[in-house]
């Protein structure tokens, strides 16, 4: 049991990623190639990725945020409209809205899952009477498929379309009307954001991509992903072709304002060699889950800590292992847990504190504590756990282990 005993020393982060001898040999292969960004990687990385998703197409980029940034730009969303995404996410889900002058709203969670709930969602489209809501922006929080139907008929209803954040939700699907539908493919998105950042899925270092099923949006994607450049479709004829009528060889041309949020050939790389393996690590997260639910049951009473609720016909992408737990009964607080579980080698970290308590959002949005009750009082609750496919049945049990030690140790004053 030497193995074991050394395991018990090792840190154990929220997350973290997988990269093997082949994946750094795929990498190495592109530095000996002629072609470090915009080689033959980049497609490649498309094509397999689309294919994962079941989308017609993808658009890899810098990272999650350059991804939900060109989706605003191509969908053309900007000033005097509204974009409403929920305050349980990371900070670049409201934040690409401001990036093209449009204003955010939220609408408010089911605490029990963590993702947005569509009857929140619903008032908060009632509200707008003047319909300036253009763009719906929900999470599959920790990897858990929102209600993507309900939100896009919603959305469809209001005349706004849904932009689902999918950085969590790699190989999760779900069940509707009997078809299993792919997060990153389904009908319930016009486009689907990934991160391939080292605590996702897939980590290429830094990383994005946005899928869709819609060509021209496609095109749109790739035009502000590259300057707004063309190299075809040309707009001044006359500077474009030679006297011999053909198109002079230097020749490129500006038609929307653009940026450089291209990803180079060693990272796609990378990513194609870690999509091949993501069925098997959404296999063993399920498996890990699996794992923490039944010690979690043993040990804890359900009133006290419980993991997140699973919708009927989901698959869990498990991106991350949230438990809630009523600090306040145990009488200790949330930063003591942390902090001794830090001391016993065991990393957790809290995902998320509500974007409208941000002092950015309390002074651009004017909000503030009470506004979107149930993303706080979840917020209040919720502790993620480590949750990455090396994890192994000892070390989830020593998770549980000392969670249990850290929450019933007597406070310290
Ligand atoms: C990671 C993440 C992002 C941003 O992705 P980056 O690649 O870090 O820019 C956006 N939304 C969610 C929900 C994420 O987890």
């Not at 016009?190 to 899925?201: G, N, Q």
């Not at 707004?228 to 053909?246: Q, R």
């Not at 919708?311 to 869990?316: K, Q």
């Amino acid at each position: 049991m030497k193995v074991t005993q050394k395991r018990e020393y090792q840190f154990l982060p929220y997350s973290r990623q997988h990269v093997t001898q082949e994946d750094i040999d795929a990498v190495i292969k592109v530095l000996r190639s002629d072609w470090l960004t915009q080689g033959p990687a980049l497609p490649r990385f498309e094509q397999e990725l689309a294919g994962v998703v079941h989308a017609r197409n993808a658009v890899a980029c810098a990272t999650g945020t350059a991804a939900l940034h060109l989706a605003m730009l191509a969908l053309g969303i900007g000033k005097g409209d509204v974009v409403v995404t929920t305050p349980n996410t990371f900070l670049a889900d409201a934040n690409c809205a401001l990036f093209v002058g449009a204003e955010v709203a939220f609408a408010d969670i089911d605490p029990d899952t963590g993702n947005m709930s569509p009857e929140a969602l619903a008032e908060v489209l009632a509200r707008d009477s003047k319909k300036r809501v253009k763009a719906v922006i929900p999470v599959h929080f920790g990897g858990q498929p929102v209600d993507l139907p309900a939100i896009s008929n919603l959305a469809a209803a209001h005349g706004a379309v849904v932009v689902d954040d999918a950085c969590h939700g790699l190989g999760a699907t779900y069940e509707h009307e009997g078809h299993t539908w792919h997060v990153g493919g389904s009908p319930h998105a016009l486009i689907s954001i990934f991160s391939f950042h080292p605590v996702k899925h897939v980590a290429m270092g830094e990383g994005g991509a946005a899928a869709t099923n819609d060509d021209k949006l496609t095109a749109r994607l790739r035009l502000f992903r590259n300057h707004g450049m063309v190299k075809e479709g040309f707009l001044n004829d006359d500077m474009a072709t030679s006297p011999e009528g053909t198109v002079n060889p230097w020749y490129y041309e500006m038609q929307q304002l653009g940026y450089n949020y291209r990803v180079t050939d060693m990272q796609a790389a990378l990513g194609i060699r870690q999509l091949g393996r993501l069925e098997r690590s959404v296999e063993r997260r399920n498996e890990i889950a699996r794992f923490y639910h039944k010690l979690i049951g043993q040990r804890f009473e359900p009133a006290l800590v419980k993991p997140l609720a699973t919708r009927a016909g989901v698959r869990h992408a498990y991106h991350l292992f949230v438990v809630r737990i009523d600090f306040e009964r145990f009488g200790v607080s949330r930063a003591t847990v942390m902090n001794r579980l830090r001391e016993a080698n065991i990393g957790t970290q809290v995902h998320y504190i509500p974007i409208h308590l941000q002092p950015y959002y309390r002074e651009v949005n004017g909000t503030g504590p009470g506004d979107f009750p149930d993303a706080e009082k979840y917020y209040a609750q919720a502790l993620s756990l480590p949750m990455y496919p090396d994890l192994t049945d000892a070390d989830c049990e020593r998770v549980v282990e000392e969670l249990e030690k850290a929450l019933k140790t007597s406070r310290r004053l």
